[in-house]
Each structure stands twice: as structure tokens, then as C-alpha cells.
């Protein structure tokens, strides 16, 4: 038997399933489909470790349910899509350092360099790293469907996708502040980061922009709180700061330089004329809105200009931050004495607006003092004070009798109504920015603009949602979790921007050519534009012959093939094909993701399946993963932070990052990249092939516990199953890495050694490994002369040798010996001998009326009172326990009742003997036998009592 090397045995086969172009797919009107993809990813750098952790899951279910009969489907594509691509490229054009270090750490050559200088050299190469590294990965992907977001031919069937939203009526232009590069135009901003390199989190903030009469000026503060004018004390302004005058039509604003530049992204005509100085203004007066009565300018240091408008109005009654501010301003003598501030300041007291049920009318000051907030300086108490009287006032709150025409109003009424009022008088405007920094791919700044012809899809249609929320109740969603919220987030999805201006990689909008469609928009469809495109690769058409009435006659069923292939050029019998193969392939039966799209992608993946398609092909699955994290968060392929996946598999080999990625946590949590375990996984792969080996070799006769053997395999390939149906990847690797290995070893612990069995279920067992360690599946398939181990199917379970009373009598014994060893591992003695102490007949009566009573529905404590005729009441908490555990435990029980202990312990008291090196006594608790320690009492049914000595 050679040692496992994975190296060379995964090069090999790589090799040989390349050479026999294994996994390509056909139809076959004979096999059940099932077809599966994962999220293509976008170009911006190599794939890493995070990106493969979704990838083999997404392999683990397809070699499954290959080997389980069904023909599979697993296409791959790329996502240029966006300006990731056209970013990167300016970067390896500049000679960018950074970027010549990860390309040059990734493997790519001078002469790849030379080519990476323009979008498509980035695209054609990295499109090529992706499908290598897949295939080196083991993936089972049919890349004559292979497709990217830049071609001709896909931009055609986006097209086409787009004149049919259109055509729905769910196409529609208005003004919109989206956020917006100043080199790009229009970005998305989500998790999924395709367009930015940071603040993929960020959240768009809606202020109110209040207008605070100052002069001939305005000072503008802006505020998330409209409705807290009424409680309007002072300004706060920076003493330190050079504050813009900015002309807006014909009035002139105060505010920050940066809330300046912001403002010209969101309105007409904003010249920046002038500054003025905090200084200036501090102890003069200003009209506040709504309220219109004059409050003073008061100094500052918290204040930041890139946060709103830079100058911030100040309420505390109902703000945290403010009370404690104007408290320490009153306690600085020095600082009032320096801006001639001590009388005016006295005078500033806080106004209370707002009666919550929590917090009363003064909130502010109640939560300062209970949390023992000390000064400004405590940023996060703070925070966390505000955020709490915040959702208090705002949830449960009421308008005090001060807010005129809006007292006793619940304030989430009030508050956009005095917005309106304030917005409608002239006293205040929108203001739009992002709770966090946003760059671009490009390294630019993302700011909020105004776009006032806008593109979406009307996601918000009421129609389209209700529909979409009825099928997503019906499909097959893990984790469980997301399938009971996803009707929740199509429930608020609202109307999403599709295409945005400016230099992107991309599609033209049918509708408008300025428009290039945006990279979630024309990532919804596509899983049954991969059919179509094996076509397309083959030659049979060409970009231009893909017209409207191609798509609806091979996705909606649309027209007679001859009128198409007449208005197309496109043969009849092509044509009937390419239909044939949409029709047998879906609905899609899987979609497999990260967690960042759980709130974007894939709820408008289903909205336009649901849109366009008919029911009969909308989606059955979606399967989302969690990341694999490093130390710092998230890996992320367009920022570095990762070792290149040849250097990783080089030094545990590509079967052993697979089964980690199987085994070392549930797909629906972060899992932190940890060598040692990895390292540890292809010492157990080397294990398993040792065992293999064996298996193969022994040529034993039959033994006892041969049938035991192929009870509890067939039991466990059950489980198996079972597991991989409902897509418990983790779970079921535990069973054919961990649990069917320890089977094998008690066997032959236990002298099992007969040929035929162990050749038989060795063979299943090496099919069982192969969704998860193809490589050394294959090679260990060679042992049973079979080709591809992966071409193969897993047998089915034989039920007929499933037998409990067989299983049981091993389990008992398994469990006797382990009790043994727990003793002997805290126990101070020699363990020459050894007294087990099996249950009299009576208990087992005890629990049988136990079992017969509560199967009848009684409840615990009458069964309990009725075995031991005593009241109830008077029942201990450990008689309680004995009774509750045999409820939970029903089937172990049953076991241990339908077990002759003593038969199995005298039989294989030899066993024990030798196992353990030291004499073994059996005895029945019930008489009269050498019981020094008094532990023949404690002997329960399938519980034997031991004594070492």
C-alpha cells in the first residue's frame, strides 16, 4: 500500500477527468434533472479560500445527487459587470505597486502583466484564473456553459430581459439621491461591495436641512429628528472652524465646506461665495424654524464638518450629547469668559417636547444620570443612551403641549408631519448622506447626488410581491431561518435603481443608450441564460441572431420555431433544441450564495424569475453560506488579505480543504480560517485511506459481528442520505468521515474481519467520499477496478439488515466499556480487577410500567404516583428527573429493556478481559455477591453498576 500523497494524486486526476472532459452534461429525457449554481463572481482579483468555501458546497450537492441518479447541471460564469474591471486596469496601466505585488504573489507573469493594462485583458485573464482554479479545485462544472457579463451575446439577453420588465410595466424613471462617485456617477452600496472597495454597510440618511434666520443669512443644521424643533436651545458651532457661504438660488447658507460639496451633488446652482469664521458667530442670535424665536450661537468642539452640515442644533431635553455639552459649557468658566457667554448661557435651559412612558418628559438629563455618564468624552455610553430614549420616544412617545398644533401626537405621526410643514414653508430642505465613508473601486469618494431621471425596477408593485412572497413560502430555503424572513424583506423590498451613467462595464439600457444596466439588475436571469449559452459557444448563432423573439419562443414558449428561425437565421431544429433544453433543465432546482446577498440579490433573483417567467420555472432553492473569515473580518478578493489558493493547497492538498470546508462548521456561520485544522483534516484523510486499504486487503471469514456491522453501516448511510437531502453538509460529513470510520474500527476491535462484507461496504464507502474528497475517492476507486468513482451511483440502503436488537447489543456493550475507562481515568487503582453489577429483573419492571403509562398519555407525575403510591406532591425532583429522561430517551430505554445484559457480559467477557488486561466479574445486582464499595444498588437497566479494584 502506497502513503497517501495528495499532491500528486489530485494532479492526476485533475489530469484525467480534464483529458476525458468528465462532467460534461446533456439532456437525458431518462434521468430526473436537477440544476444547481452559485453566485458567479465579480472580476476584481483572484478567488481566495472565502470564495471556495461557497463553491464546494455548492460541488458537495451536485456530485451527491449525481451519484444519487440525477442528471446535474452545474454551470459557472464571471461578473464583470460595474467598474471594478475598468479600476483595475487603471491601476496595473499606472504600475500601481500594490498591485504588481498581488498580482506577481498570485502567479502572474511579466507577459500576463503586459496584458492587464485594458478591461478586457483583466476580463480574458481572470475569467481564465477563475475556471483554472476551479478545476484545480475539484469543482464538477460544465464550462461549455461558461458565460460573462461583458459579452455580446449576454448583453443581448439582458436586453431582451429588460423589454420584458418594460412591457410589465415595471420599468419606470424618476428623481432619486443615490450615492454617487464623482469619476463613476452612480454606485450600489450594499454588502456585496461590487462597486466600492469600502462602506459596503453603509446606510443613505435622510436629513432635514433647517434653515436658521441669521442676518441676511441662513446657518443651516441638519437633523434626523425633525420633530424635536420645538425643544430648539442653541447652536453649536466649531469657534476653530472656517464655516462656507454658500449662494443656493438667492439666499445665502452657512455650513461646512464639505456639507458644501456634498450639497452640489443634490442641488442647482451651489457656488460657494465666501467663509466665515465659528468665532464669528458664536453669542449672536439666529431665528430657529418652526419655533421662530431666536436662539444663540454657542461654541463647540464635537462638532464634525463631515457630518451633516457641520453645525448642529442643539435640544437637550431629548439628546444626550447636547445636555451634557451645555451643562459642561456652564461649568467652563474660563470658555464663557473668553467669548463674554456667562449670562447668556445661564438662560439656556433645557425645553422638554416629548412624554415617553420610559423616560418621561426630561430623558436626556434621567439617562445621564442613571447611566452615570461623567462627560463628552464617554462617545459610546452616549451613543447608547441616545439610541435608547430614541427608539423609547419615537415608538411610544408623545408631543407636549409647547409643539402647538402637534400636541398630543404619538411622535412617529408628528414627525413627518412638521417635516412637510417645515419643507413647505421654505424653513428647511432634504439633505442626503452616508452614515459612514464610501469609496469607490475607482478610489474615489462616494457622496449623495441627485439623479432626475433615474431608472428602477418597481420591485414595490403590489402584485409582484404578493406572488413572490407566496412561492418563496414554497421553496426549499437553508437556513431555515432566512426562508421564514425572506417574505418579510420582499414584503418592504422596494423600488432599486438598474442602471446607472458614466464609463461601466456592462449592457446598454434598451430603452435609453446613455444607461448602462447595473450589476445586480442584470444578474438575476441568468441561470437560464447558461443554457443558452452552451448554444452560443458551440457556434450555432451568433449575437445578433439572439432577438426578442428568440428569447420568448426558447423561455416563455412564444411564436412557431419556423417563424423564428425565419426572422432569426437560426435553424428550425436549433431552435427546438435549445427550447428542449430549457424546458428539461428548469426550474432551477439551487442557488447558492454568501450572506451579503440574502437582502439584495437573491430577493430580486426570485422578483424577475417571478415577473418574467412562468410559474412552472421559478426557483425551488436558495442555499446561503456565511464567510470564512481571517483576523480582521471577511476575506475579500479585491483587497488582498488572503494567501493564494496554490500556495494553501500545496501545503495540505485540495481533498483536505474540501473536507474542512465540509466538516469544520455549519455553512450558516462565520468560520475563521485555522491552519491546524486544516492540517488536521489531511491527517484524518490519511487515516481514512490507511482504513480504506485495509478494508480492501483483509480476507477473513464471517464473524459474531458481521451483522452488526452491516446493520449499523446501512443505518448511517441512511442518516447520510437524509442529511444530504436537506442539504446538512456538515452533518453528514461527520457521518462518513467520523462515524462510519468508528464503526469499521470496533468491527475489527471486536475481530471482525470477513472479506466479503468489509469488500462490499468498502466499495459504498469510497462512493460515499467522493462528493466531498473526489481525488482520493478515484484513486481509492482504482482498488475496486472502477474508472469513476464519481460516475458511479451510491447504493441504496438495504433495510431488510437494519436491526435494533443487533445494534443494541454492541451499543450496551461499547457503553460498559466506556463507563470502565471513565472510572479508571479518575479513579486512584491498580484495575486488575473488575466487578460489574448488571440490574435486577424489577427495575426493568419499573420501567415498563413507566413506558406503557406514559405512551397511554398520562402525565409524569400521576404515572410516578401511581408505580410508588404516593401523593404527587411529595415526589422528589430525582424521581422527576428518572421520569422526564425516559420520556426524552424513549427508544434507549426500549433498547436497554429488550437487552439480556447478563448473556452479553458473560460472552464477551473475554473480550473485556482482554481489552482492558484485568479480570472481569459479572454479577446480578439482585443477590447476595462481593460488593465492598455498595454499588450493586445503583445498577440500572442498560446502566450496570462497576466496581474496580
Not at 458537495?60 to 446535474?72: D, H, T
Not at 483483509?698 to 459481528?705: H, I, R
Not at 442529511?723 to 471482525?752: H, Q, S, T
Request: charged share 30%.
Amino acid at each position: 500500500m502506497n502513503d497517501y500523497d495528495p499532491q500528486s494524486l489530485e494532479r492526476k486526476w485533475q489530469r484525467i477527468w480534464e483529458e476525458s472532459e468528465s462532467y460534461r452534461t446533456m439532456v437525458d429525457e431518462d434521468k430526473k434533472s436537477f440544476y444547481i449554481i452559485f453566485a458567479y463572481p465579480g472580476i476584481s482579483g483572484y478567488l481566495h479560500l472565502g470564495h471556495m468555501r461557497c463553491y464546494t458546497y455548492t460541488d458537495f450537492i451536485a456530485r451527491y445527487k449525481r451519484m444519487r441518479g440525477y442528471n446535474v447541471l452545474f454551470p459557472a460564469g464571471a461578473h464583470p459587470t460595474g467598474n471594478q474591471v475598468i479600476s483595475l486596469a487603471k491601476r496595473v496601466a499606472e504600475g500601481d505597486r500594490n498591485v504588481m505585488e498581488y498580482l506577481r504573489a498570485n502567479g502572474a507573469t511579466d507577459e500576463d502583466i503586459r496584458q492587464l493594462d485594458s478591461p478586457k485583458g483583466i476580463i480574458d485573464y481572470f475569467a481564465k484564473s477563475y475556471i483554472k482554479e476551479w478545476k484545480n479545485f475539484g469543482l464538477s462544472i460544465d464550462f461549455s456553459y461558461f458565460t460573462d457579463t461583458s459579452r455580446e451575446d449576454y448583453s443581448s439577453f439582458i436586453r431582451w430581459q429588460f423589454k420584458k420588465l418594460n412591457d410589465l410595466g415595471l420599468l419606470t424613471q424618476k428623481p432619486y439621491y443615490a450615492p454617487v462617485c464623482k469619476n463613476c456617477g452612480p454606485v450600489a452600496v450594499d454588502p456585496s461591495e461590487t462597486d466600492l472597495s469600502k462602506g459596503g454597510t453603509a446606510e443613505v440618511q435622510e436629513y432635514t436641512l433647517l434653515k436658521f434666520k441669521f442676518g441676511s443669512r441662513y446657518i443651516t443644521a441638519a437633523t434626523l429628528r425633525p420633530e424635536t424643533v420645538y425643544g430648539q436651545t442653541n447652536l453649536w458651532v466649531d469657534p476653530h472652524e472656517d464655516y462656507a457661504v454658500v449662494k443656493v438660488d438667492d439666499e445665502e447658507w452657512i455650513m461646512s465646506d464639505a456639507a458644501a460639496r456634498k450639497l452640489g451633488y443634490q442641488m442647482d446652482d451651489v457656488e460657494v461665495i465666501g467663509h466665515i469664521s465659528g468665532r464669528e458667530m458664536i453669542g449672536k442670535g439666529a431665528v430657529a424654524p418652526m419655533i421662530h424665536r431666536q436662539i444663540p450661537v454657542l461654541p463647540a468642539g464635537f462638532t464634525d464638518p463631515d457630518m451633516g452640515s457641520g453645525i448642529v442644533t442643539s435640544v437637550p431635553s431629548d439628546a444626550p450629547y447636547d445636555w451634557i455639552a451645555l451643562k459642561e459649557l456652564k461649568e467652563n468658566r474660563a470658555l464663557l469668559e473668553e467669548y463674554g457667554l456667562e449670562e447668556l448661557v445661564k438662560e439656556v435651559e433645557p425645553v422638554p417636547i416629548i412624554d415617553s412612558k420610559d423616560w418621561g418628559s426630561n430623558p436626556a438629563e434621567r439617562i445621564i444620570l442613571e447611566m452615570d455618564i461623567g462627560s463628552q468624552g464617554d462617545v459610546e455610553r452616549l451613543e447608547e443612551a441616545t439610541q435608547r430614549i430614541y427608539r423609547a420616544g419615537f415608538h411610544a412617545g408623545t408631543m407636549l403641549g409647547i409643539c402647538g398644533d402637534y400636541a398630543g401626537m404619538p411622535v412617529q405621526e408628528a414627525k413627518d408631519k412638521i417635516r412637510e410643514e417645515m419643507m413647505g414653508s421654505g424653513e428647511a430642505t432634504p439633505f442626503y448622506d452616508l452614515s459612514e465613508e464610501v469609496i469607490c473601486r475607482c478610489g474615489s469618494d462616494v457622496v449623495m447626488g441627485k439623479i432626475p431621471d433615474q431608472w428602477f425596477i418597481r420591485y414595490s408593485d403590489p402584485e409582484l410581491t404578493e406572488k413572490s412572497k407566496v412561492h418563496a413560502r414554497t421553496m426549499n430555503i437553508r437556513p431555515d431561518t432566512y426562508g421564514r424572513t425572506l417574505p418579510d424583506i420582499l414584503e418592504w423590498f422596494q423600488d432599486r435603481s438598474c442602471a446607472r451613467l458614466g464609463n461601466w462595464i456592462g449592457t446598454r439600457f434598451p430603452l435609453d443608450d446613455k444607461w448602462i444596466i447595473e450589476a445586480i439588475a442584470d444578474s438575476t436571469l441568468y441561470p437560464a441564460y447558461y443554457i443558452v449559452a452552451r448554444h452560443y459557444n458551440l457556434g450555432r448563432f451568433e449575437a445578433g441572431q439572439m432577438t426578442e423573439a428568440f428569447f420568448d419562443f426558447v423561455f416563455l414558449g412564444k411564436g412557431e420555431a419556423d417563424e423564428v428561425a425565419g426572422s432569426t437565421g437560426i435553424d428550425t431544429e436549433t431552435l427546438l433544441e435549445v427550447r428542449r433544453d430549457f424546458t428539461y433543465w428548469y426550474p432551477l432546482d439551487l442557488n447558492l450564495g454568501g450572506k451579503e446577498h440574502m437582502t439584495v440579490h437573491f430577493p430580486v433573483f426570485l422578483m424577475n424569475h417571478v415577473a418574467i417567467l412562468d410559474d412552472k420555472n421559478w426557483p425551488q432553492g436558495i442555499m446561503v453560506n456565511w464567510y470564512l473569515t481571517m483576523t480582521g473580518g471577511k476575506i475579500s478578493k479585491s483587497k488582498g488579505g488572503a494567501d493564494p489558493i496554490p500556495d494553501v493547497a500545496e501545503r495540505f492538498g485540495i481533498d483536505a480543504l474540501r473536507l474542512y470546508y465540509a466538516h469544520s462548521a455549519s455553512p450558516f456561520v462565520d468560520k475563521e480560517w485555522d491552519e491546524r485544522e486544516a492540517f488536521n483534516y489531511r491527517k484524518r484523510l490519511g487515516f481514512i485511506w490507511r482504513l480504506v486499504n485495509r478494508m480492501r486487503s483483509v480476507d477473513g471469514g464471517e464473524s459474531s459481528v458481521d451483522d452488526f456491522l452491516e446493520s449499523r453501516f446501512n443505518r448511517l448511510l441512511e442518516r447520510t442520505f437524509s442529511f444530504m437531502d436537506d442539504y446538512e453538509i456538515r452533518k453528514a460529513a461527520n457521518v462518513v468521515f467520523y462515524d462510519m470510520p468508528a464503526e469499521l474500527e470496533w468491527y475489527f476491535k471486536r475481530g471482525g474481519e470477513n472479506g466479503a462484507l468489509l469488500d462490499r461496504l468498502g466499495e459504498t464507502f469510497v462512493k460515499l467520499l467522493s462528493p466531498f474528497t473526489p481525488h482520493m475517492a478515484d484513486e481509492l476507486g482504482e482498488l475496486w477496478d472502477i474508472k469513476y468513482v464519481s460516475e458511479e451511483l451510491i447504493p441504496d440502503v438495504d433495510e431488510v439488515v437494519i436491526s435494533d436488537e443487533v445494534e443494541g447489543r454492541e451499543e450496551y456493550l461499547r457503553d460498559v466499556m466506556d463507563d470502565i475507562r471513565n472510572i479508571l481515568s479518575i479513579a486512584d487503582v491498580s484495575g486488575d480487577v473488575i466487578h460489574i453489577y448488571v440490574s435486577p429483573s424489577w427495575k426493568k419492571k419499573v420501567l415498563e410500567i413507566a413506558l406503557a403509562e406514559t405512551e397511554k398519555g398520562m402525565g409524569l407525575m400521576s404515572v410516578l404516583s401511581k408505580m410508588l403510591d404516593v401523593p404527587p406532591k411529595r415526589l422528589s425532583g430525582y424521581l422527576r428527573t428518572i421520569l422526564e429522561d425516559i420520556k426524552k430517551n424513549r427508544d434507549t430505554v426500549e433498547r436497554d429493556l429488550a437487552l439480556d445484559e447478563m448473556k452479553i457480559l458473560q460472552e464477551d467477557k473475554s473480550f473485556i478481559e482482554r481489552e482492558f488486561e484485568a479480570e472481569v466479574n459479572v454479577h446480578l445486582a439482585s443477590e447476595d455477591v462481593y460488593d465492598p464499595a455498595d454499588r450493586k444498588d445503583k445498577a440500572a437497566p442498560g446502566k450496570p453498576a462497576i466496581y474496580i479494584e
